[in-house]
């Protein structure tokens, strides 16, 4: 929980390239999957309005405690749901109460996360939109790259058994993650290469259309049929053994995160932590505009599909990716539980996402 922390400037205007939609800190590299993962992009914000994270404590010198500046309002927000927690009254001082809410709010934090290390997350209470909204709380990923799918991706069971992990996967991660599957990166490839067209025909004929490429060249470049044949077995939907045909070990872990996915998917949108609506993330956190429309983490294997990740995440690297993986507004303090709620709910399915990982296949 920091208080108006140094955040980088907005990045240059994007240049040309294809532009895809959809913690703690430093940022990670998951796998080190990206064009130049030892260099990630920063956050991209343009005006420093983030004040409270729950990985840190750091008061700048922009709100100088020393001279007792009055609360924020996401301090006196946050303030009112800590007081709830007190069995005694006390009497503070501003700057003691300022510590002691960030000491709370951080405690509370980050008891939550400290059970996930998929992925690094990081939480930071905003204090406005710039539309006059209340106070408002975002999840923000700062991790990069593919995410290691362990005995999914490398291991020798049986392929039904991996696709059917595959897909659970990618049927719910991004309920919390901003991430991408396979249809995602070879829908950004259909509309970077072959204006659109899916299928083999039609994308020689945009390849020369468009791209001026000549007939007897078309031979030694990809077309949509060679890209999909790349696909390992496991990662085809097609290829999932029927829950019943599974290992009871496997389905009960498949089951576990079935159904976290399936209570954080009931929770309305306005008290869901893992929330991501784009109008509101701009109001609160302007310029996001300005950076790539690309999910910093993707399922897509790198070994198979190198090429055609770098290309897309091209102008993520250098624009920075869309990482927030929730923004929730806040318009009373009673709501601060229900956000605790859901962040609990979407950290549930997270734990059972790196429990099936982490299965060991060899004792099924």
């Known amino acids: 929980m920091a208080t108006r922390p140094a955040l980088p400037s907005l990045p240059a205007a994007p240049g040309a390239g294809p532009s895809t939609p959809r913690s703690r800190s430093p940022r990670r590299t998951v796998r080190a999957k990206s064009a130049n993962p030892s260099n990630p992009h920063p956050l991209c914000l343009s005006r420093r309005s983030v004040d409270l994270v729950g990985t840190s404590v750091a008061l700048s010198t922009d709100i100088p405690v020393l001279f007792d500046q009055p609360l924020g309002p996401h301090h006196k927000l946050v303030g009112q749901w800590a007081l709830s927690l007190e069995k005694t009254m006390r009497t503070l001082t501003r700057p003691a109460a300022r510590r002691h809410i960030e000491r709370v709010f951080d405690a509370t934090v980050l008891d939550v996360l400290n059970s996930v290390d998929l992925v690094d997350l990081r939480v930071v209470v905003l204090q406005g939109g710039e539309q006059g909204g209340p106070p408002a709380i975002a999840i923000i990923c700062e991790s990069l790259g593919q995410i290691d799918l362990g005995w999914i991706e490398t291991g020798d069971a049986p392929v039904a058994w991996r696709a059917a992990a595959y897909r659970a996967l990618d049927q719910s991660l991004g309920r919390v993650l901003p991430i991408y599957g396979y249809q995602y990166l070879f829908d950004e490839i259909a509309m970077y290469y072959w204006d659109g067209e899916t299928e083999d025909d039609a994308a020689r004929q945009s390849l020369i259309a468009y791209h001026g490429a000549d007939a007897d060249e078309l031979e030694n470049m990809a077309l949509p049929s060679e890209m999909n044949a ?41 008290r869901n932590a893992w929330n991501c609506d784009f109008e509101i993330i701009q109001d609160y956190i302007p310029g996001y505009e300005e950076c790539s429309s690309l999910p910093p983490l993707t399922l897509v294997p790198f070994e198979q599909f190198a090429r055609e990740l770098d290309d897309i995440a091209r102008n993520g690297m250098e624009m920075g990716f869309m990482d927030i993986a929730g923004l929730c507004p806040l318009p009373d303090a009673d709501r601060i539980d229900d956000w605790f709620t859901a962040l609990r709910r979407g950290v549930q399915l997270l734990v059972a996402a790196q429990d099936l990982i982490r299965l060991d296949p060899t004792q099924l």
Do not use: C, Q
């Open 230 to 270: 790349r696909r390992p077995a496991w990662m085809i939907a097609a290829n999932a053994a029927a829950s019943k045909r599974l290992p009871t070990a496997l389905r009960r872990k498949l089951d576990t995160l079935d159904r976290a996915s399936k209570a954080l998917g009931g929770l309305e949108s306005e």
